[in-house]
Each structure stands twice: as C-alpha cells, then as structure tokens.
C-alpha cells in the first residue's frame, strides 16, 4: 500500500515470502534494504558471511575448480641474463627456469665466426619441444614479430654475422623451460648472448 508524502516521495511497504507467511522487509536507519543471505552446504543452510564493511568475500581456492591462478603482483618478474661464447661441443643450454610460470618476453643475440645462420634454437617447455628451428629457416619462413610460433626473427645480417630471436610472450610452462643453441660450425666459436623476462606462479 502506497502513502504519497509532501515532498513527492512515496513510501512503500515491500514484503517477502517466508513459508507459510508474508513478512516485511526491513530497512536500517537510513533506509538501507537489509538482506540475510543463506546457502546450503553439507545438507545445512547456513548464514553467508560478510565483513566489516558489509562486503561478502568469496574463497576461490577453496572451490572445486580445475584451475586457479593468482594474479602476479607488480614487481614480480624476473629477468633471466645468459651470455656464453664455446666452440668445442655442438650444443649449449643457454637458460633453464624451473617452477611453473610465464614468460613475458625475451631475445637471443648470435655472433661468431662462420655461417652461424644455419644454428638451431630449440625451446623446451615441460619436456616437449615447443619449437626447432634454424635462424636462416626463421627467416626464409618469414617468422617475424607478426608471425606465429614462440620464437620469431628481429635481425638476421649474414655480412656482420649478427642476428637476433626474440622469444614471444604469454607463453606459460608447468615445471620447466629451457633453450638450446646447436651450433654447426663447431670448430669455429659461437656467441649467444640474451635475456628472459618471466615470472613464477606462487
């Protein structure tokens, strides 16, 4: 039942069912609709908590979910630096992080004497081979930033002998990653040199 008050406003009774009965809802001091929220659980209903504030908290860990993963607070990243000049074994890891986490971005800078543009980069993710692939063939595939895969060509100078991967971002991994350069020109040295920005799931 509707009551028109002087200053337009109209005051309403609202009211709830509670089986068998109709009750009115109640307001605070200053007019604030009041709410019990109850749920089941364990066969039981129960009274659903709020804190000081009024504000109702939810514990997503303590659901079933298949998954869940908390936000990496700023300032949580990490930087990986490797530099490694060899000539003497066909193969070098440059990197190895361990854990599970993410990488946000990283390169590799190769140099040295000989046609080191048929070298072999090899990421490794969980165990899997995630990508292989020769710089040259980076380049004749036209794998640029633009291009797919998790690593991609910025630079490639066969006069100067320099060329640069980058490493793609967004890529995660659940135990481990690591990169391998293969060089193929063994009795001539190799330079790799790069970093990894990452972070680790707490």
């Known amino acids: 039942m509707a009551d028109d008050r002087p200053d337009y406003y109209m005051s309403t009774v609202i009211k709830g069912f509670d089986d068998p009965d109709y009750v009115s809802l109640a307001c605070d001091e200053h007019g604030n609709l009041q709410a019990l929220l109850r749920g089941s659980f364990g066969g039981l209903i129960r009274t659903i908590a709020v804190d000081n504030d009024g504000v109702m908290r939810a514990n997503l860990v303590a659901q079933e979910l298949t998954r869940s993963i908390t936000r990496i607070n700023q300032g949580g990243a990490l930087v990986e630096t490797f530099d490694q000049t060899w ?73 100067f002998k320099n060329f640069v991967i980058g490493i793609r971002g967004g890529v995660t991994f659940e135990s481990a990653v690591y990169l391998t350069h293969k060089n193929s020109q063994v009795a001539l040295f190799a330079t790799a040199r790069g970093n990894l920005l990452y972070a680790l799931y707490e």
């Open 87 to 159: 000539n003497t074994i066909p193969a070098l890891t440059l990197f190895t992080i361990e854990g599970t986490g993410i990488i946000y971005d990283g390169w590799i800078y190769v140099t040295g004497g000989g046609a080191h543009e048929n070298d072999t980069l090899v990421l490794v993710i969980d165990g899997s081979e995630i990508c292989a692939a020769t710089i040259k063939s980076l380049y004749e595939w036209d794998i640029t930033t633009s291009g797919p895969g998790a690593l991609y060509l910025i630079k490639y100078d066969t006069i």
